[in-house]
């Protein structure tokens, strides 16, 4: 158990940059679109939108998604999270299994201490951990930015909200992570369960996006 923890660590210290980056970035970003909406009438932006058929606004999340802080808010970031860091995530999680038997350095890990169970274990407990600190980091930075608005002030800061959008968000992020892993340990390449990841990625979000025409 020493040698697990220990393992999760060090894979932590090895992205720990890229933790604050990504993180960083997509904070920004939030942060940008939030600043955005103080100079932003909702109210004529609802107007505009009115004049729009049906159909095109339930594409968007209709009327009142968009003339809402927190509806324009959330279309504008977390339903482009895949895209924001959904394909970064698929790249590493289906390079750390793969680039050890790529690279031939496989054999060496498991030699230590650690039975392939926990080695296998700590490299999925090392992404949740990564996708909850990178999730983490951008949702204080949007919380903080929500805070000194006042257009979010004058809607109301929900936290509890935002705590159920994150783990939300981190499970869908996790979900992803997990099928690139599971396509490395299949074909132990690299290139290929990136391709597979990806192509499952944009599969799920054509789901989400559209699953409300499906029936008709």
Known sequence: MRRFFKTVKESILDKKFMILILGGVIGLLSFFIISMLENLDLQALEDIFSTLPPELMDFFGGLAIISNPYGFWSLE??????????????????SLLSNEVENKTIDLSLSKPISRYSFLGSKITFLYVFIMTVVGIFFLISLGSMV?????????????????????????????????????????????????????????FFLGEFYIYMGE
């Open 77 to 94: 970031i977390l339903s482009f999270i895949w895209l924001y860091a959904g394909i970064y995530l698929i790249f590493m999680a289906s």
């Open 148 to 204: 000194g608005s006042s257009t979010f002030r004058k809607e109301g800061i929900f936290i509890e909200r935002l705590l159920a959008t994150y783990f939300s968000v981190v499970l869908f992020l996790g979900a992803l992570a997990m099928v690139a892993k599971f396509f490395s340990t299949i074909f132990l390449s690299t290139k290929k369960s990136v391709a597979v990841g990806v192509m499952v990625l944009f599969i799920m």
